[in-house]
């Protein structure tokens, strides 16, 4: 089971890479900076921003301490999870899939923060007059991997006869 966990992991890291970086360069292509088209009127758009900072633009005034900042704690989250991955969890299915998830959006990020100095957000959802910062495939597939990461390590507690994954 180890050996095609292991295919797996890296599988997904791919695939959640290749992802996100196609449907960003998808969107640099066809939109202009700010440019913002509706899908789902009132309800979802796609746009083209970019942001230096993290989740809600946290830090995005911070400058090249901040970038430096978000580098790092992107190259320790990659090697942090690949490691803890590869230490405990390599023999679980869920985890290394919720691991890999992210790993391969961290990745993402990554690549744009090093290339562009920020990254491309492309995802715009609204409910109501509640408006979602824009995100792209990378943020998806860390908020996804960190749901099934918690759902696993209590599922990981459980007996085996309780278990169902």
Not at 59 to 70: E, N, V
Request: aromatic share 14%; charged share 15%; with cysteine.
């Amino acid at each position: 089971m180890q050996n095609k966990n292991t295919i797996l992991y890296f599988l997904v890291i791919l695939f959640v890479v290749a992802a996100d970086q196609a449907t960003k360069a998808l969107i640099m292509l066809s939109f202009s900076p700010y440019e913002s088209r509706p899908v789902i009127d009132g309800l979802f758009n796609l746009v083209y921003v970019t942001n230096t900072g993290s989740a809600f633009s946290f830090l995005a005034s911070a400058g090249a301490w901040g970038h430096w900042f978000f580098v790092a704690v992107a190259v320790l989250a990659i090697v942090g999870f690949t490691a803890g991955w590869w230490a405990w969890a390599r023999d679980k299915r869920l985890l290394t899939v919720a691991m890999a998830l992210i790993v391969g959006g961290a990745i993402g990020n990554l690549i744009d923060r090093l290339r562009f100095g920020a990254v491309v957000d492309f995802l715009d959802v609204m409910i109501g007059s509640y408006h979602w910062p824009a995100f792209n495939v990378a943020d998806a597939s860390i908020c996804v991997g960190a749901i099934l990461y918690i759902v696993a390590a209590m599922l990981a507690d459980r007996p085996a006869k309780e278990r169902k994954i």
